[in-house]
């Protein structure tokens, strides 16, 4: 079971993580999640959980005090990795979601504002492990959706919690073969839909010709889409035929 602690000003915000799979992994026991109002731990009579920078400029920083208090109670005794959103962090990405799915108990401290006053992660950095995480290279106004990324990607990995657990080993990005590699195209029924066909070979019950051309349409979509990952892809991870193809992917007149 993994716990989750989730400390906002916007509760609210956490809604969807009662329905579809984290729903379902929730009433199963195999997600606890706890949601925290940050406001709680204000004491003055607008419970206000900000103040201006120090240094000048626009905008507002969460105060040190508030989110002390807040993590304090929240964690007691315990050590939960602390998980802080910011547009300033190192990227969220599959490999870490795997990891933090391998964890018992994380703590997600939502900032608003310009931020959380970077004391705060100073003085949990010392007792907790603390990692400040990007979901994008993109301003949210919160890291309220960003929390929700990211428990979404770490709680469809949490056993049980796929109907199908071989669908995880697919996805784009997953460890192993599909390291760095996008999925390519999927089809369901009916074979002919508006005069659009689904690829003979994946009506053609053949295994291995469907996985080999399922690799080759991850090549051609990750050069195409994202050509910095298809530039950085693990050669041992690469055989003859993918090498072939990346080669041919290359060449700028090639279909
Ligand atoms: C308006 S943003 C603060 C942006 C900050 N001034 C900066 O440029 O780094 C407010 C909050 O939204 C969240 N946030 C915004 N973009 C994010 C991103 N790409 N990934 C994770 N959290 C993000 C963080 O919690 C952040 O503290």
Redesign the pocket.
Known sequence: MLRLDIVSIFPEYFAPLDVSLIGKARERGTLDVRLHQLRDWAHDVHKTVDDTPYGGGPGMVMKPEVWGEAIDTVIGDGTPRMIV?????RPFTQELAQELAREEWLLFC???????DSRVMTEYGSRLRVDE????D??????EV?VLVMVEAIGRLLPGVLGNACSAVDDSFAPGSMRNLLEGPVYTKPPVWRGHEVPGVLLSGHHGKVARWRRDEALRRTVKNRPELAANLDPQTLDKHDQALLKDLETPDSP
Not at 85 to 89: C, F, K, L, M, V
Not at 133 to 136: D, P, Q
Not at 138 to 143: K, N, P, R
């Open positions: 959103p910011t547009p300033s962090g939502c900032g608003r504002y310009e931020g959380i995480v990007s979901i994008g993109y301003v949210l106004a919160g890291g960003a």
